[in-house]
């Protein structure tokens, strides 16, 4: 089954204490891409990731790392925490980015206390 | 600045009657847009998507028109059915196709 696998679904941690969320897709896709969606904003990309090697920053990167040494992984890191990055995170790929509809995973909730 | 705006959070239409859901953008370089489902504790998904080349588009139930110079896109869904009950974002990428702008979303609800 096609599909975008994020891990954790959910994570409670404490300001300051480095996280990561994994994303792993397994359809061969060369895009992939992060996204947050808070109350009243829509979903904000945070970066993408044109290829393996390849991360670009999307509008809202500012705490947030990625890497991308795996074509099928994309992890999200937040090297320090804070309570403002407390949100739902998804996790999304397709083919090769440009107009192609991105397939989602089901979302992270995080919440930085 | 938000790139992609959908002015309306929510919407009530009954089953059966036409559900018409907005999407105004401000970048006059976009040329593609797509709209995508989110139902609770799931990632979205995609719906339908639209062409700066075309003025409509049509998939079973949903169209979605685009009004270039008005910045205005709209999806219609007709008939509306309970199952379509969810949150609706439109979204459009940069014409280098690498970056996304979505909407806040729209939260349709479907009376029976």
């Known amino acids: 089954e096609a599909q975008v696998t994020q891990n954790p679904r959910y994570l409670i941690t404490v300001t300051g204490k480095k996280l990561t969320v994994t994303c792993s897709q397994n359809?061969?896709?060369?895009?992939m891409s992060w996204y947050r969606q808070d109350p009243g904003l829509g979903l904000r990309q945070i970066y993408y990731?044109?290829?393996?090697?390849?991360?670009d920053k999307g509008d809202v990167p500012e705490g947030y790392k990625v890497s991308r040494k795996e074509k099928r992984n994309f992890p999200l890191i937040l090297e320090s925490p804070s309570p403002n990055q407390t949100s739902l995170y998804f996790c999304?790929?397709?083919?090769?980015?440009?107009?192609?509809?991105?397939?989602f995973g089901d979302g992270t909730r995080l919440s930085i206390l | 600045d938000q790139q992609v705006k959908q002015n309306s959070p929510s919407l009530s239409v009954q089953e059966g009657r036409i559900s018409i859901l907005n999407c105004d953008y401000t970048n006059s370089m976009f040329d593609y847009f797509l709209w995508y489902k989110k139902y609770p504790a799931e990632g979205p998904t995609f719906l339908i998507s639209?062409?700066?080349?075309?003025d409509k588009n049509e998939d079973g139930r949903f169209t979605v028109f685009l009004n270039k110079s008005a910045k205005h896109l709209s999806l219609h869904i007709v008939p509306s059915q309970p199952g379509d009950s969810a949150v609706y974002f439109c979204a459009a990428p940069t014409n280098t196709g690498n970056q996304f702008y979505f909407g806040t979303g729209t939260s349709l609800t479907v009376i029976p």
């Open positions: 990731s044109m290829n393996v090697e390849v991360t």
């Open positions: 999304a790929s397709s083919f090769d980015g440009s107009n192609q509809p991105q397939h």
């Open positions: 359809m061969n896709h060369e895009y």
């Open positions: 639209i062409s700066s080349i075309k």
